[in-house]
């Protein structure tokens, strides 16, 4: 059975798990290995973790704080945030981190995606694409890098099939109009990637209520669905999104 899955996102900082909107106003929402124990008992099919200044802030992730993460679980971890090369990924899997997920370096340097997939395999790689609308651009979506501080004048579309190409296992597009509104994930721009690829889409950005899940599903084309906010803040437990998709025929591990 192909399920679709629910994977909580830990945005962390400084080794804090964090939330904002639009990749600002961040509110410190706790320890993020206490929330990944959390939600790993609660059901969630696997958990993100994103260093989301590491890039900006020029180091490597924060290996103390992933440490503690995968200690506390019992599902696979995406590890994202600062990773420049082969080895700062083999660190990172010598931890017990299961994927990792590369966005600016893979962006500044595309030969890197294939080199990762080469050496640790299709499957351990995930190409996070942080969009913006675009008009300018074909699909209207533009890819942005450094933490969403830069917009790197390149098609989010175009990418999306390039690092398909290059090997990639997997794509997380976040939509920057939409993170931490609550307002639902960018349909159009989800659909477009997943319309362009044959790999999974894990669809990031905007979730407020468990429609919204159900559409990133049915009409993004999303594979799996990244949710923060309404985890973070107590919104809806993973077995209360399992359900809902569930009793709208959408196949989930209960």
Request: proline share 4%; charged share 25%.
């Amino acid at each position: 059975m192909d399920y679709r899955r629910v994977i909580p996102c830990l945005d962390v900082k400084d080794g804090r798990l964090v939330k904002g909107v639009h990749f600002v106003k961040l509110k410190d929402v706790g320890d993020p290995a206490e929330s990944a124990a959390v939600y790993s008992e609660a059901g969630a099919d696997e958990l993100v973790f994103l260093d989301i200044t590491a890039t900006i802030e020029n180091r490597k992730t924060l290996l103390d704080a992933v440490t503690r993460t995968v200690e506390r679980i019992s599902v696979p971890l995406t590890v994202g945030g600062g990773i420049r090369d082969c080895r700062g990924i083999e660190e990172l899997m010598n931890l017990g981190v299961s994927k990792v997920s590369i966005n600016t370096a893979a962006v500044l340097n595309p030969d890197f995606v294939k080199e990762a997939a080469n050496e640790f395999g299709s499957e351990k790689i995930t190409i996070a694409i942080d969009t913006c609308g675009n008009s300018q651009l074909p699909s209207g979506f533009e890819v942005i890098i450094n933490g969403g501080t830069a917009g790197a004048g390149s098609d989010a579309v175009e990418w999306a099939k390039r690092v398909e190409d290059l090997g990639a296992g997997a794509i997380l597009p976040t939509s920057m109009d939409s993170d931490g509104t609550q307002s639902g994930y960018d349909i159009p721009m989800t659909r477009a990637i997943a319309d362009a690829v044959k790999l999974p889409v894990i669809a990031s950005g905007g979730a407020g209520n468990l429609e919204h899940l159900y559409q990133a599903i049915v009409d993004g084309g999303a594979d799996a669905v990244l949710v923060a906010s309404i985890a973070h803040f107590g919104k809806y437990t993973i077995k209360q999104m399992k359900e809902y998709l569930a009793e709208r025929q959408i196949p989930v591990n209960l």
